[in-house]
Nanobody, 124 residues
Framework: VQLQASGGGLVQAGGFLRLSCAAS????????AGWFRRSPGKEREFVAA????????YYADSVKGRFTISRDNAKNTVYPQMNSLKPEDTAVYYC??????????????????WGQGTLVTVSS
């Protein structure tokens, strides 16, 4: 599975962005998808994940209620909608794919495929 993340940019605090992760290669609908982020000086952290069917979604406490993850398997794409953005959301965001049995995992080591990352900058 090859993953291509896009949609990052500069936004003011309180604003919104919609990222995309487009997949190609193996049948992406067999895989759960997750988003992680890395801020300067911090470890990579889990943000959100969605099951291979799209029926279940999972969120880090820091983004719960503000971010919504969805997927369109017909388009092989996963979309995190990020609302009410805060300066602390500034990071490089990475999408990743995990075999469906591990959908929803918070552990990045379980994810087999990774996109290249897209930068989100939230100004105060």
């Amino acid at each position: 599975v090859q993953l291509q993340a896009s949609g990052g940019g500069l936004v003011q605090a309180g604003g919104f962005l919609r990222l995309s992760c487009a997949a190609s290669g193996r049948t992406f609908s067999w895989y759960g998808a997750g988003w992680f982020r890395r801020s300067p000086g911090k470890e990579r952290e889990f943000v959100a994940a969605i099951s291979w069917t799209g029926g279940n979604s999972y969120y880090a406490d820091s983004v719960k209620g503000r971010f919504t993850i969805s997927r369109d398997n017909a388009k092989n794409t996963v979309y995190p909608q990020m609302n009410s953005l805060k300066p602390e959301d500034t990071a490089v965001y990475y999408c990743a794919a995990v075999w469906r049995g591990n959908s929803g995992s918070y552990d990045p080591s379980q994810y087999e495929y990774w996109g290249q990352g897209t930068l989100v900058t939230v100004s105060s």
